[in-house]
């Protein structure tokens, strides 16, 4: 077998609800700033929920690195993508004129509900106007590998290249399977993460009649309340985490800002139920514990979480039930050395598919830092959601080995261990 080569993240491209690139995300997530709104439409006036994580005022920057003429035929989700994707590179220093071996970059890009704004815009032109009128792009402009198909044709990316589909898992393992990916010899370089756009009438009536979505009515930046007793349910969201993975030899070769080292991940199926976690959180528990291992580390290593924290009260509980699980002693708030939890979602809303790749990137940000960022309006505690979640306002704090959680619907479970460099 031949070695396993060391992981680093050297690019990072975020564009979510709280700001559109990845220095003013950083610093407004530290001051516990919520990009979460209203949203006004006619065609939701007799929709329960009206609090979305929408993304604002991106389209100068798209217009930047996305032609016209590729704009008109593809969907949003693929904007995102295009948007996050082009500031990893230069933030890597990767530059389509630097000479690095092509056909060793790769793409490995995640996604949840894909096209779903082409999929609705074409269905209704089918229905007013007849068949001949839909767009012959709806099916490139829809299908979910077009995120990463783009992201290769427009950065000349050779090697390998996919798009995982395991709903708010769906980015987490895209980070895993590009990390195992260099770990493993297949290729140098990969541009990964997640992009997600489906804020639609359509998606929001099926979360709403599923009870999953909030119906908060106050202050919008108060609707999202991971592990608080107010919480009602999570805040639909989107955006786009684009991360720049290398080989650390290679990385340090060149003398790239080097955000943190990848180094264990963990995948795996609860088995349970089409929607919600197994109870005890078993799947949860064992992605966990095989990343710690796939990362050589013990779990009294671990001096951050990033939990998926989607304020469900459902979500909530197991995945704090699971924390104990995994962690014990080691995680009591009585423990002055314990690990520390947050939900960024509490700012950022849920990103379904791209939470992951964004909560990933947030992570390598905290590590490299020694900041943790809040979790807000944690104001009245749930009794059995009794860890301490960084409340309020985002903590210094020395870590070498953070995690980021990532559940889906369905029982996949997605756990990337980072390290400190």
Known sequence: MSKKQKVAITGIGLINPIANNTIETWNLLLKGKSGLSFLEKDELKDYPCKVFGLVKNEKEILNKVFSFNNQRKTDRFIHLAMIAGKEALLDSGLSKELPVNRERFGTSIGVGFGGIQSIETGKDCLIKKGLKRVSPFLIPQSIINQAAAHLSMEHNLQGPTCSIVNACSSSGDSVGNAFRMIRDGYADYMLTGGTESSITPLSIAAFGNMRAITHWKKKPEKACRPFDKDRSGFVMSEGAGILLLERMDLAKKRGANIYAEIVGYGSTSDAYHITAMHPEGRGAIKAIQVA??????????????????????????????????????HISPKNPNRALVSSTKSMTGHMLGAAGGVEISLTALALKNETLPPTINLDHPDDECNLDYIPHYARDKKCEYAISNSFGFGGGNSVIVLKKI
């Open 292 to 329: 710690l291992k796939d990362a050589k580390i013990n779990k009294n290593e671990i001096g951050y979480i990033n939990a998926h924290g989607t304020s469900t009260k459902m979500n909530d509980i197991i995945e704090t039930k699971v924390l104990k699980n995994v962690f014990l002693d």
